[in-house]
């Protein structure tokens, strides 16, 4: 091995150092800072990303890259990590650290606010903060795709998702959005004839969440080196050795906190497999969003939503909230795969789930082709949802333009990752239940042990030591093809 290539190692690992002291921080922020606080944070953390960038896009890095260039690397995974490293260093040094610092204060900013106009259902005071991220993530968009040759969202698109622009998704969502209609309406008619009983509440939030640690654990959660906690939007944050997962908990139900946290663990499980002897290199890194989502709803959707689970869930869910006729293994399946138009993304059932990310990435689309303002997404939000679902949004920002967290942050681009990593996760379970058909009977007692371990062969331990393509196609045999996706869908309900 180049001592120029092991130097570069070395200042990546450096990186990665305070990264992982960011994602931590941004973690706190979301989950336990006090109000008062985020002001200083925005400012702390903008400080931190520009020394960050600095590093990532200093002359030392361009210098090593060159010479690790005309020397032998002969490990296969060592070539890629050269690779990924130029490349990322081609993505950073287009954009200016001032930039950088001022769009993650300004993003941090609007997350704070969000975090209570959302609840007061206030758009008004919201918008004018959104402006100023969204103002910047142009910029910054603009900036890449210059330098990339690209269209300044397809620039945001690959930087969530490698390997994937608006020329492979759109294709791929036309067809969803022509067959996933038509599947609704028969769906929702034939379940009208089911009889389901409701499961009567309160629903205590310690014992949810001792139900939802009794699920980590079934599913393999390192609990040595992650933690669940609450947040006002679930998500997966931390570093692969301290993985940080959060729920959030309705007294009146349960199912939507206890689906939460499989999804989040499915996220987590993969960051905690990623090979440890690759941690702070890219080339030991997930492989982009659309699969780190095909990993989280693989088990959500996928595992946690089949007969075999409930038989395993039902018991559990008695014993901490009492026997009903209602949670019997049977009912609960009826309950967890009810397919209804809602407003709620997080919410959604897995057959409306791609409507609700193909609105928010058409608007997204209307926003970068500047077909549409900020100004405006209230309106057209409710027009596509008044197509799509049939349902209202007027004066419902709430539940409408402002419930996800992803715009606040900044992040524009990551929504296609959740249908792409739902089209990935069919492809991948109807794969692994075909070599492994005991995978089912294994569910049904909580032994999750032979999905894992097909998963860590064929997704985690590769890391992104190969681009998204060959990855898909090493598991599958076939590249990512939606004919698993829908099958699923039609053999399911």
Not at 168 to 197: G, H, M, N, W, Y
Not at 434 to 446: D, N, Q, R, T, V
Request: proline residues 4%; aromatic residues 10%; glycine residues 4%.
């Amino acid at each position: 091995m180049s001592s120029t290539y092991t130097q570069l190692k070395d200042h990546l690992t450096k990186i990665s150092h305070l990264n992982h002291l960011r994602r931590i921080t941004e973690w706190d922020e979301a989950v336990m800072m006090p109000a008062g606080s985020g002001e200083a944070r925005a400012t702390a953390l903008a400080t931190l990303s520009e020394m960050i960038h600095d590093m990532e896009t200093s002359e030392k890095i361009k210098d090593l890259i060159q010479h690790a260039k005309t020397e032998s690397l002969i490990d296969p995974w060592e070539k890629r990590n050269l690779y990924l490293i130029e490349r990322n260093y081609r993505r950073s040094t287009c954009v200016p650290a001032r930039l950088i610092a001022e769009f993650t204060k300004a993003s941090s900013l609007c997350e704070q606010a969000w975090r209570q106009l959302r609840a007061e259902n206030n758009w008004k005071d919201f918008l004018p903060l959104l402006k100023k991220s969204f103002s910047l993530i142009v910029e910054i968009s603009q900036s890449k795709a210059d330098a990339l040759q690209c269209d300044p969202y397809d620039a945001l698109i690959d930087e969530f998702s490698p390997g994937f622009n608006q020329a492979i998704i759109d294709p791929i969502f036309a067809r969803l959005k022509k067959e996933l209609p038509d599947r609704v309406e028969k769906i929702i008619s034939l379940q009208q004839k089911e009889k389901f009983l409701t499961p009567q509440g309160p629903f205590a939030i310690d014992s949810q969440r001792q139900l939802g640690l009794e699920l980590m654990q079934a599913l393999g959660f390192n609990f040595q080196q992650g933690r669940l906690d609450v947040s006002h939007h679930p998500f997966c944050g931390g570093v692969q050795e301290d993985v940080r997962i959060t729920t959030r908990y309705n007294e009146n139900e349960f199912i939507s906190a206890a689906m939460g946290i499989c999804h989040e663990t499915g996220h987590a499980r993969y960051e905690q497999a990623l090979p440890i002897q690759w941690s702070g290199q890219p080339v030991g890194d997930h492989l982009g969003m659309a699969v780190h989502e095909s990993q989280s709803l693989l088990v959500e959707m996928y595992a946690c939503r089949t007969r075999e689970f409930m038989e395993f869930l039902s018991p559990r869910v008695i014993h901490f909230f009492g026997d009903q006729a209602s949670l019997t293994p049977d009912n609960l399946y009826l309950l967890y795969t009810r397919v209804k138009r809602g407003y709620i993304r997080v919410d959604a059932d897995e057959v409306t789930y791609p409507l609700h990310v193909i609105l928010r990435y058409e608007l997204e689309q209307q926003l970068f082709k500047k077909e549409l303002t900020l100004e405006d997404l209230p309106d057209a939000w409710n027009e596509k949802m008044q197509s799509y679902f049939h349902l209202s949004t007027v004066d419902n920002y709430k539940n409408g333009v402002m419930q996800d967290v992803h715009w606040p942050v900044g992040c524009f681009g990551y929504f296609p990752a959740y249908t792409l990593g739902s089209l990935i996760a069919a492809q991948l379970f109807s794969t692994v239940t075909k070599a492994h058909p005991e995978l089912f009977s294994e569910i049904k007692h909580g032994n999750f042990s032979t999905l894992f371990k097909w998963l860590n062969t064929h997704i985690h331990s590769r890391a992104s030591s190969v681009d998204v393509n060959t990855l898909i196609k090493d598991a599958t045999g076939s590249d990512l093809d939606p004919n698993y996706y829908l099958a699923h869908i039609d053999e399911r309900y």
